[in-house]
């Protein structure tokens, strides 16, 4: 198996911001607070003005900002994906504006790779998907995986051989590269699509599964224009 994928650890939501301090939280922020969450990019980060966040809320509807004032990130992860938990200030989740962070949590995210698929064994472990949608330039994944601590390949890989197709054909390739089995733990992953959405002639594309829980193993994503 000729790898081009990095070797990495799945990554279970890991929180990298938190905006609920025990010491000021009581019942009634639970009981009368809804808190929204989504999958953003962060944008920018400093001390003047806080954190902005970025998201498309399905397919190829508007872009929404979020802005988090005084709340800082690392300045490395300026650009990455993460799962972010909100409460917006106007009390519409999907209205640009300032907001609340209850938590923000680092995902699994990269770009799609462009290689013929025959290099590898695309399906040789199977997840357990939730759910897989659109927003944008971006796939994402709601799954449960195998946890554990050694490193896997994992990733988005599209068939080099069809990328003049008008459906290229993608796959989502998982191989725990030997590691024992585990438990099921929640994950979540986002895969940057730009360089084949940009192809001219590109109509939308065509994703491969090897799933463990829903009936379907392809699902298909057109590009959309109008909202």
Known sequence: MKHSLRHIRLCIPAIIMSGVMASCSTDDDYNDRIFYSSIVTIQSTDEASGTVFTFQRYDDSPLITLTAAGRTVDKGRVGSRA????????????ASGP???????AINCDTAIIRPIERYEWDHDAIFLNSIWRTGEYINLRMRAEYSDKPRYFGLVVDSLTMDNPWPEAYILHNLDGAPPGYLRESYASF???KVWSQPGCLGLRIHVNDSNLPADTYEFPKRTEY
Not at 83 to 94: A, I
Not at 99 to 105: A, D, Y
């Open 192 to 194: 940057d699509i730009s």
């Open 83 to 94: 799962l972010l938990y909100y409460y917006p200030e106007s009390g519409d989740p999907y």
């Open 99 to 105: 907001v609340e962070i209850r938590s923000l949590g």
